[in-house]
């Protein structure tokens, strides 16, 4: 049992398909790579140079910073987002599965009202809004100021809206959980979710928002999300692993060139 | 088939790691041009990948999943357009200083170009001459090796030296004056090789030349992607290192960064190599030169890409401008690691004069556009690419390499005394 979700047999189905699509595009990209037979590095290893590159070009991403603030804050967002989430859902995952339901830990952040599980409602809500922030800053670059050095292609502006769609089913399957149970002042910890409730209740038809089942709207987004993991590997996606990978590998062949260069 | 076994895997892995943000669109001088998407370079990255997947992937035309996913081999027009777009970039390495993502850009164009050499599509009809040249004569211009050193006699003629300088194959010395085919046989440019034995000589620094025996640096073949070049690098490392030189000298930015770094790769040098911006820089700390009168001049400079973004020496060529009195020193809107690049390089001149000449046009008004009356450079190839811009716009630009600037301030110098 997830906090507010039990798990079908079928998205544990669904989940399997989608981890083994995503090792094999995983694999297919690794298979191409080997075929590739000259030397990667021309200098050894400097772990100095890569953990000061981990975190000022990979975690705070200084060079984009550099370049645009507004870049900057919507891929930071769009990344930390991203990061906040999958954290959670791996925690949620954790405990669903592998902790058992009356440890310590388990009872912290699953009892209903506790202050773990007030944290998960406040953390999910938090990097969500990080992620709509900075899908919205790149869906408004692409569409609507058009800048210049973007070329638009499909396959760009799917993880865009992936993202995007995702992050916003979420929204609005805890706004139509909130529909279905009576005021509580610790909603206020969904401090998204539960305002978007409320707009839904001010907008539509009680009876018509109460139709609108939970777990139905969690399935879609759910099946959404299974979507972009195995959409990673064979996409324009697969830059979350193999970008920060280049960027401490250059680090530490510019430092090591640099020094040979001054001696 | 594109033979891809001299790419690395991380360079395959870095076709992946574009994020097409395009941002290297905003900054590549050569996009600037035409502005098309394939010459840019996430879009070189983008076709490579697709070539590469469909000759070489996991699911490519011809396998199970192939035929599943009906993939298409790629065409060999495809091959050699995207060889021609290659082709179409001066190695400049401002993509890299934009990137944000640290793709180390010029070593993936020179390893792709490599491909596309053993492969049979590279390099272009036009850049042929160039490679004939190098492995005919020793020197890209299709010039005889004997007229390599004919602008000492210029230089004796003109009496910017007393004495020839020494043949270094026959009397030993301390530095190693490694002139460079460009400086040695443009007649435009020859300026620059008789302004760097002027200075040597006053200076008394114990140095020695080459002469015919001095062989290109192998450059130009390094960066079409001709694997002669690891032969002439090493003929040269041997040569040079039997010589028994401490410190390796030149005025050329691409021959400096060639030797410097990239002959690192094929051998171990037993000398230091210095750009002659440095060495002079030296000279002028160590007092040995000095400026003491004024030279009247408002200029600009211009940072060679392989000085300044492939090698990082951006501070000694101003700190020398900035020690002769009376020179106004300007900056361009571009300049140092930005520094719009005038296309000379990575054969994009001989594969794409037009290009070139937009790009080097370009450059000469930004130059213009602060007043400069002075453009000064640290490279011979440079001089000879903007040159062509200060023609084709009719510009009252006066390009100058440092050395000549230094000559300059010198001469004056001696006026004075």
Known sequence: MYMYYEAQWSLYVLTVITVVIFLIGVYANVYLMLKGKARSLTYKFNPGAMLKALIVNVIFQRKLLEQSSLRWFMHISIFWGFMGLLAHTTLLAYFAHFASPDSPAAKFFFTPGSGGRLFLDFWGDFWGMFILVGCSIAIYRRYVSKTQQLDTILADTLAVWLLFSITATGFFCEAVRFVHVPPSPEYAYSFLGYPLSKLLLAFIPPNSLKALKYTEQVRTHLILGIFLILYIPFSKMWHIFVSPIEVLLDESEEHARRVAYEQ | ?417
């Open chain 2, 1 to 417: 088939m594109v033979k891809i076994d001299n790419l690395s895997p991380r360079q395959i892995m870095e076709l992946d790691v574009c994020t097409r943000c395009g941002e290297c669109s905003v900054w590549c001088p050569v996009y600037d041009q035409d502005k098309r998407e394939t010459v840019n370079p996430r879009g070189r990255a983008r076709q490579f990948k697709q070539i590469i997947k469909s000759q070489y992937g996991l699911f490519r035309p011809g396998t199970v999943w192939g035929k599943m996913l009906k993939r298409k081999p790629v065409t060999e027009e495809e091959i050699r357009t995207f060889t021609n777009d290659l082709y179409e970039c001066s190695t400049c390495r401002q993509c890299y200083v934009a990137c944000p993502v640290q793709i180390d850009t010029v070593e993936l164009w020179e390893s792709m170009r490599r491909s596309m050499v053993d492969s049979g599509y590279g390099p272009l009809e036009q850049q042929k001459a160039l490679a004939i040249s190098v492995k005919s004569y020793d020197n890209p211009w299709q010039q005889p090796r004997s007229s390599r050193a004919r602008w000492t006699k210029l230089a004796l003629k003109d009496r910017k030296v007393a004495k020839e300088p020494k043949d270094i194959t026959k009397t030993k010395a301390d530095v190693l004056y490694y002139v460079g085919c460009t400086a040695s046989y443009d007649v435009n440019v020859k300026e620059v090789a008789i302004s760097d034995a002027h200075i040597l000589e006053r200076v008394n620094i114990d140095y020695g030349i080459l002469g015919p025996k001095e062989k290109c640096c192998g450059s130009v073949l390094l960066r079409m992607g001709d694997h002669e070049y690891e032969r002439i690098a090493q003929e040269n490392i041997k040569m040079f290192n039997d010589l028994g030189i401490k410190t390796l000298i030149s005025s050329c930015a691409g021959c400096f960064k060639t030797i410097k770094q990239d002959y690192a790769r094929v051998g171990t040098l037993n000398f230091e190599v210095k750009h002659m911006a440095e060495f002079l820089l030296d000279l002028i700390q160590e007092e040995r030169l000095q400026f003491k009168k004024e030279l009247k001049m408002k200029v600009t400079y211009h940072d060679p890409c392989h000085l300044g973004r492939h090698s990082g020496v951006y501070d000694a060529p101003r700190e020398i401008l900035k020690a002769i009195p009376g020179i106004e020193l300007v900056e361009m809107d571009r300049s140092r690691e930005n520094s719009r690049c005038c296309g000379a390089g990575g054969g994009l001149k001989a594969g794409f004069p037009d290009i070139q000449n937009q790009m080097a046009q370009k450059r000469v008004q930004e130059a213009e556009a602060v007043g400069a009356s002075v453009i000064v450079s640290a490279c011979p190839f440079c001089y000879q690419g903007l040159q062509i811009g200060i023609q084709a716009l009719n510009s009252p630009l006066k390009m100058m390499d440092i050395t000549e600037i230094v000559t300059m301030a010198l001469d004056k110098a001696e006026e004075g005394q």
